[in-house]
């Protein structure tokens, strides 16, 4: 079998928190880790496709909600807490909005939502919380959202 | 870089699970941490939320790979110490058995590591005269005749005017660019520089632009830029600016393109910082470094930093330059007036080695060891390419990174080779980019042909077991007698 090779241009970002999602193949393993997970879900708990769709996308909206609008710095100590105030949204691209990485991620949610909605016939009470999921994934990744605490929740002292 | 893509996947996907796997474990000490109770209450935590999750999560699994304690001198072959774990990495304890293996990951890139026939008489001679430590600053009365000797002797080696010597070479990075630039100017810095100059940038308040590694074109379009637009805010032209690259990457390999880098600063008027900590003394035909190869004029390059604790075998770091630069420096760095300066045995060796490999002692040995080091390099990186590794780094170059992506692949390539007795220094995040773990060969002149070939058959045979051969294999040629001239020491 022929071995395939991608070229990795080097980068300027300095951030290793935030560096290795330039790299090649980072697209790819998001989504195959999505459709693997939603293959396991069904083997594991035997429902309806639908179904699992939908505990893939609430699943994956409680983790990308943590890892990335929550949990704020960097998970090592080399750049002696330059970060700590950041979420990993806020940091990745240096802070630059609207560039092709936080364009996908911004697509990958909604296009989860479709799938879910689709394969449970958009029916209650999955469509409520799905449409909950893919509302507050979204709102959180708008521009004008950079930096913004609503009401403190997650601001420093 | 060339990335196998199936390995890139897989290696995202192998940290995603030590991620998942960490948190899960986190999580579980923090329930059960709940229920005990705490005798620091009221106190602030040591680390800020997810600070030590990787030390604690990833490093530690492994560790043993990594900070191997060592009880002989760094030559080619040297006593490792054995440690033992009983709470699985959690922590080491060392043992009394050593083992001896061939040494793969010392930067003893002439030889100068063990003893010498030349330096270490003269050394030990000095010590006896001038005590360990010069107790004082260099302004107090730490400058010894060897000091000066010393300076004038690094400075004729290097091709410059004068240089100045501190007693560390990561301070020697740190505490010179705040000294050389501050608020209201900028430095333009190579993304791959090592910390001692992103820390010395960071600390000198000047803005810190970064350009893609050894890429002249960005270098240009970055200068282009921020020269357009001025100082941030006010947008008043740049005091100065200080574009600083290394010469030798110690992670890549590689060589910096200097004739380039040194034209597009002389064209824009910007100042040339280079570091060779890592090619001094190893890379020029007479060992002068990378001006020496690449052919740049010393005086296009207005400020070198080396150090030698890489080809001559002592410690500290020194900056050359012209005689107005270093005067300013001794009545300016802190370092110069406020720390303990060299000790003068480290002194004598450096004194002592740079006679060496200039021919200076009355033998060839210098040159000996500088064409055995490049005939070492050339012809390990090329059984290895050979061999089908994917090996980084230019012709010439000593430091040769085998790339293992994977992070099963680190500690499985370190135990190997370990258990074969050949020791090497595997790294990986965050010293180098997620996906880019690497095992690097640093090659040194003492490492004789034998050496070298059972280096390549333990690195084959554990290379295979373990799965980093990424290119094809070069089919075996017929084995060619290559004409080895026979050195008469």
């Given at each position: 079998?022929?071995?395939?090779?991608?070229?990795?241009?080097?980068?300027?970002?300095?951030?290793?928190?935030?560096?290795?999602?330039?790299?090649?193949?980072?697209?790819?393993?998001?989504?195959?880790?999505?459709?693997?997970?939603?293959?396991?879900?069904?083997?594991?708990?035997?429902?309806?496709?639908?179904?699992?769709?939908?505990?893939?996308?609430?699943?994956?909206?409680?983790?990308?909600?943590?890892?990335?609008?929550?949990?704020?710095?960097?998970?090592?100590?080399?750049?002696?807490?330059?970060?700590?105030?950041?979420?990993?949204?806020?940091?990745?691209?240096?802070?630059?909005?609207?560039?092709r990485?936080?364009?996908?991620?911004?697509?990958?949610?909604?296009?989860?939502?479709?799938?879910a909605?689709?394969?449970?016939?958009?029916?209650?009470?999955?469509?409520?919380?799905?449409?909950?999921?893919?509302?507050?994934?979204?709102?959180?990744?708008?521009?004008?959202?950079h930096?913004?605490?609503?009401?403190?929740?997650?601001?420093?002292? | 870089?060339?990335?196998?893509?199936?390995?890139?996947?897989?290696?995202?996907?192998?940290?995603?699970?030590?991620?998942?796997?960490?948190?899960?474990?986190d999580?579980?000490?923090?329930?059960?941490?709940?229920?005990?109770?705490?005798?620091?209450?009221?106190?602030?935590?040591?680390?800020?939320?997810?600070?030590?999750?990787?030390?604690?999560?990833?490093?530690?699994?492994?560790?043993?790979?990594?900070?191997?304690?060592?009880?002989?001198?760094?030559?080619?072959?040297?006593?490792?110490?054995?440690?033992?774990?009983?709470?699985?990495?959690?922590?080491?304890?060392?043992?009394?058995?050593?083992?001896?293996?061939?040494?793969?990951?010392?930067?003893?890139?002439?030889?100068?590591?063990?003893?010498?026939?030349?330096?270490?008489?003269?050394?030990?001679?000095?010590?006896?005269?001038?005590?360990?430590?010069?107790?004082?600053?260099?302004?107090?009365?730490?400058?010894?005749?060897?000091?000066?000797?010393?300076?004038?002797?690094?400075?004729?080696?290097?091709?410059?005017?004068?240089?100045?010597?501190?007693?560390?070479?990561?301070?020697?990075?740190s505490?010179?660019?705040?000294?050389?630039?501050?608020?209201?100017?900028?430095?333009?810095?190579?993304?791959?520089?090592?910390?001692?100059?992103?820390?010395g940038?960071?600390?000198?308040?000047?803005?810190?632009?970064?350009?893609?590694?050894?890429?002249?074109?960005?270098?240009?379009?970055?200068?282009?830029?921020?020269?357009?637009?001025?100082?941030?805010?006010?947008?008043?032209?740049?005091?100065?600016?200080?574009?600083?690259?290394?010469?030798i990457?110690?992670?890549?390999?590689?060589?910096?393109?200097?004739?380039?880098?040194?034209?597009i600063?002389?064209?824009?008027?910007?100042?040339?910082?280079?570091?060779?900590?890592?090619?001094?003394?190893a890379?020029?035909?007479?060992?002068?470094?990378?001006?020496?190869?690449?052919?740049?004029d010393?005086?296009?390059?207005?400020?070198?930093?080396?150090?030698?604790?890489?080809?001559?075998?002592?410690?500290?770091?020194?900056?050359a330059?012209?005689?107005?630069?270093?005067?300013?420096?001794?009545?300016?760095?802190?370092?110069?007036?406020?720390?303990?300066?060299?000790?003068?045995?480290?002194?004598?060796?450096?004194?002592?080695?740079?006679?060496?490999?200039?021919?200076?002692?009355?033998?060839?040995?210098?040159?000996?060891?500088?064409?055995?080091?490049?005939?070492?390099?050339n012809?390990?990186?090329?059984?290895?390419?050979?061999?089908g590794?994917?090996?980084?780094?230019?012709?010439?170059?000593?430091?040769?990174?085998?790339?293992?992506?994977?992070?099963?692949?680190?500690?499985?390539?370190?135990?190997?080779?370990?258990?074969?007795?050949?020791?090497?220094?595997?790294?990986?995040?965050?010293?180098?980019?997620?996906?880019?773990?690497?095992?690097?060969?640093?090659?040194?002149?003492s490492?004789?042909?034998?050496?070298?070939?059972?280096?390549?058959?333990?690195?084959?045979?554990?290379?295979?077991?373990?799965?980093v051969?990424?290119?094809?294999?070069?089919?075996?040629?017929?084995?060619?007698?290559?004409?080895?001239?026979?050195?008469?020491?």
């Amino acid at each position: 079998m022929a071995i395939l090779y991608v070229r990795a241009a080097p980068t300027t970002d300095l951030n290793r928190n935030t560096e290795w999602f330039t790299y090649p193949g980072v697209w790819s393993t998001y989504i195959l880790i999505l459709f693997f997970s939603w293959l396991m879900v069904l083997s594991v708990f035997a429902c309806s496709p639908g179904m699992a769709w939908t505990v893939v996308h609430l699943s994956h909206f409680f983790v990308t909600y943590q890892f990335f609008h929550w949990k704020k710095g960097t998970p090592f100590a080399e750049d002696q807490g330059i970060y700590n105030r950041l979420t990993w949204w806020e940091q990745i691209d240096s802070g630059q909005q609207l560039t092709r990485n936080r364009k996908f991620l911004t697509v990958v949610p909604i296009v989860l939502y479709l799938i879910a909605s689709h394969t449970t016939d958009y029916q209650h009470p999955m469509l409520f919380f799905n449409t909950v999921a893919v509302f507050v994934l979204v709102v959180a990744k708008f521009p004008h959202m950079h930096k913004v605490r609503i009401f403190g929740i997650n601001a420093d002292q | 870089m060339i990335i196998p893509y199936l390995t890139a996947l897989t290696t995202y996907f192998s940290y995603g699970l030590l991620f998942a796997f960490g948190q899960l474990r986190d999580f579980f000490r923090k329930s059960v941490d709940w229920w005990s109770a705490s005798t620091l209450q009221g106190y602030a935590p040591i680390c800020l939320g997810l600070e030590d999750f990787y030390i604690r999560r990833l490093y530690l699994r492994i560790q043993d790979c990594f900070n191997r304690p060592i009880s002989s001198p760094p030559d080619a072959w040297f006593d490792v110490v054995e440690r033992v774990s009983n709470d699985n990495n959690k922590t080491l304890k060392r043992t009394t058995k050593v083992n001896r293996c061939l040494n793969l990951g010392s930067y003893n890139y002439l030889g100068f590591a063990a003893a010498d026939e030349y330096c270490t008489p003269r050394v030990i001679e000095c010590l006896k005269k001038y005590t360990p430590s010069t107790c004082s600053t260099r302004v107090d009365g730490g400058t010894t005749i060897l000091h000066a000797e010393m300076e004038e002797c690094v400075a004729n080696f290097v091709g410059k005017p004068a240089a100045i010597v501190f007693g560390m070479g990561y301070v020697t990075n740190s505490a010179i660019l705040p000294v050389l630039i501050g608020k209201g100017g900028l430095i333009i810095s190579d993304s791959l520089n090592h910390n001692s100059i992103v820390n010395g940038a960071r600390g000198s308040g000047a803005t810190v632009r970064v350009f893609q590694h050894n890429t002249p074109s960005h270098l240009e379009s970055v200068l282009r830029e921020q020269i357009a637009d001025g100082q941030p805010r006010t947008h008043r032209p740049w005091k100065k600016i200080i574009v600083v690259v290394e010469g030798i990457y110690s992670m890549e390999g590689e060589l910096c393109k200097l004739p380039e880098i040194v034209s597009i600063c002389k064209k824009y008027k910007a100042f040339v910082y280079l570091d060779e900590a890592h090619s001094i003394g190893a890379v020029g035909k007479s060992g002068r470094g990378v001006c020496e190869l690449l052919g740049v004029d010393t005086a296009d390059v207005d400020i070198m930093m080396g150090t030698f604790t890489k080809s001559f075998g002592s410690s500290g770091g020194y900056i050359a330059g012209s005689k107005e630069l270093i005067q300013y420096l001794k009545y300016t760095c802190p370092t110069h007036l406020y720390a303990t300066s060299i000790s003068a045995p480290a002194a004598q060796q450096i004194i002592s080695s740079i006679k060496v490999v200039l021919g200076e002692d009355g033998s060839s040995r210098g040159a000996q060891k500088l064409a055995r080091i490049r005939e070492n390099s050339n012809f390990f990186r090329s059984e290895l390419q050979k061999m089908g590794f994917e090996v980084l780094g230019d012709n010439d170059s000593p430091v040769m990174p085998i790339m293992l992506y994977n992070p099963a692949k680190i500690p499985a390539f370190s135990r190997e080779c370990l258990k074969r007795n050949v020791a090497v220094v595997t790294v990986a995040f965050p010293a180098t980019p997620l996906l880019l773990a690497r095992a690097r060969i640093c090659i040194s002149a003492s490492h004789s042909r034998e050496d070298l070939l059972k280096a390549l058959e333990v690195i084959g045979t554990v290379g295979d077991m373990v799965g980093v051969k990424y290119f094809p294999a070069e089919p075996n040629k017929q084995q060619v007698e290559v004409g080895q001239v026979k050195k008469v020491d």
